[in-house]
Each structure stands twice: as C-alpha cells, then as structure tokens.
C-alpha cells in the first residue's frame, strides 16, 4: 500500500478526475477526504469508497469560501488527523470568445481555480508544516497550463497561474518537506468535457464529432481520450514520491497531444 494512513483532502471529488483519485489513493490505504459543493454528493461518494473497505468523508467546501474551507480541513484535522496530501483539483470551464466574455464568468473561473487553490493550499500547507512530516500538494492542471486554445480564456489563464503557485510552494516548502507539483492532463471523458462538446460545435460551427476528432483529440499520437484512471496514477505517483527531488514539476498526461 503507497498511501497507507496518510490523509488525503481531494477537492471536486464527487465527481470525474477527482473521485477517480479518490477511490484510487483509498485503495492504496489513505484516509481519503471527498470535498466538494455539495455535501449530498461528497457523502455519496465517500460511501460508496467505504463500500469498497475505503477510509473515506465527505465535506461541503466551495473552495473559492475562505471560512468553509478552513473549517472544512479543520473538520478533516478532527476526524482523521493532519493533512499529508491536497489534490486541488476543483474546476469549472467555461466557452466564449474573449469579445463575449462576461466579466462575471471570467472572475468566476478565476476564483475557482487560482483562489480555490490558494485557500486549500493555505489551510492544508499550515497542518503539514505543524505536523512536522511535510506533505504533497497536487495541483489539477491541464495541457492548457501550457498551450493556447481559442474560446477557454479564463481556463488557460488559470492553468498557467497554478504552475507558478506550485513553483513558489516547492520552494517555501522545501524545508519543511513539503511538495507541490502539478498534473496536466489532456481530454477526459468527464462531465466538464462532455458539457462543452455542444457548446464549441455551436460556436465553432462544426459538429460534436468534428469537434472530438478535429479539435479535442486532434494532435495525440493516436485518437484517444485520455482517462481518469491515468491522471489517477499520476497523482499517485507525486502523492508517494517521499523526497524533495520531485517538486516544482509538471507532468503532461495527454496521448502526446502536448510534448516537451
Ligand atoms: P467534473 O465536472 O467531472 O468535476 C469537477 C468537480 O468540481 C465537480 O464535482 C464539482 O462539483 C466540483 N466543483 C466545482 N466548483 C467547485 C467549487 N467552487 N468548490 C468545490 N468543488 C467544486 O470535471 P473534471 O473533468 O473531473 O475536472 C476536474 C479537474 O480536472 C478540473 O480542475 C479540470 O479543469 C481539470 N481537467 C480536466 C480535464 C478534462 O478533460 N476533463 C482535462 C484537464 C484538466
């Protein structure tokens, strides 16, 4: 077991990438925290992780509220003990032409990444420097923390800023043992994917299946959507990396769509 015990908060678990991670993390042993929106579906996923022998709750945290999130992991401090790891993963996207975009959208998606990520990167980094054992944080990024696509302004925007914050956490850390790296997956079939599919044949003036092939899936070596099993074992692997030689990184997950 990689992740015996050690406690891990997952933001936007009820859903997608994340409770993929979830349940991923709880089989390998973690005490794993499902904190999302709404309490409803956090419950409902963390019972369904204890259904499979998981250690698992749910927590209602709008990662962009500052007193529900610190409230949130202080809960989490209660129940299961310091925090070991933060997956950051919480996040919206939203499809419009810069000329189109509503200020009010683009705050919106700010505030869900970078703020969201601050804030539980702040309450989460005080347990892990209390603790004295350090920790991991996992940013949720994207190809688009690297690449340009039209019509995901804010999204690309926000996905650039997380590889900066988790440089500065890597290096105020480093001494306390704390780790902050991030993921940057390409296309997943998952609800926030399957929303905007219609939303840029719309714009775009395509079909939803040009919009797979032509756009989504168009420069990977070979067709395929990535899954949320393979950003799963990505977070795994910086989740049990145990020393500072792998910090300030990202790590593209894409069929080759992006390549360094
Ligand atoms: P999803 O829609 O399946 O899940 C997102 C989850 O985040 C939902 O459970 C939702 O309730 C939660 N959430 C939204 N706003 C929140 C808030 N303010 N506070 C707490 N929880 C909130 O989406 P997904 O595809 O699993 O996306 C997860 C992360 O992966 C996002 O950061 C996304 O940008 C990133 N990502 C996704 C893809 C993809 O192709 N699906 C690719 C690269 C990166």
Excluded at 60 to 83: C, H, L, P, R, Y
Excluded at 114 to 136: E, V
Excluded at 156 to 167: D, E, R, Y
Excluded at 237 to 249: C, I, K
Aim: charged residues 25%; neutral net charge.
């Amino acid at each position: 077991m990689r992740l015996k015990d050690k406690v891990a908060i997952i933001t936007g678990a009820a859903s997608g990438i994340g409770k993929k991670i979830a349940e991923t993390f709880a089989a390998e042993g973690a005490r794993v925290v499902i904190a999302d929106l709404n309490q409803d579906q956090a419950d409902a996923t963390a019972k369904e992780i204890i259904a499979q022998n998981g250690q698992a709750m749910g927590v209602k945290m709008d990662v962009t509220n500052e007193s529900e999130v610190d409230k949130g992991v202080e809960q989490v401090i209660k129940t299961f003990g310091d925090i070991d790891v933060l997956v950051s993963n919480a996040g919206i996207q939203i499809i419009d032409p810069v000329d189109k975009l509503s200020f009010a959208n683009w705050k919106k998606l700010l505030s869900i990444h970078l703020d969201g990520a601050f804030l539980t990167t702040r309450a989460c980094i005080r347990s892990m420097y209390a603790s004295g054992r350090g920790g991991s944080i996992i940013y949720m990024g994207s190809v688009h923390s690297k690449e340009a696509s039209p019509l995901k302004a804010p999204y690309v925007t926000a996905k650039h800023g997380l590889i900066g914050l988790a440089k500065v956490v890597a290096k105020e850390g480093a001494s306390r043992n704390v780790r902050a790296n991030v993921i940057c997956p390409g296309f997943v079939r998952t609800p926030l994917v399957d929303k905007q599919i219609p939303e840029q044949a719309k714009e775009l003036g395509i079909s939803e299946d040009d919009v797979i092939k032509k756009v989504m899936l168009k420069e990977t070596v070979d067709g395929e959507f990535t899954t949320t099993a393979d950003v799963a074992n990505v977070a795994l692997f910086f989740a049990s990396f145990d020393s500072n030689a792998l910090t300030g990184q990202s790590l593209v997950v894409s069929h080759g769509w992006f390549m360094q």
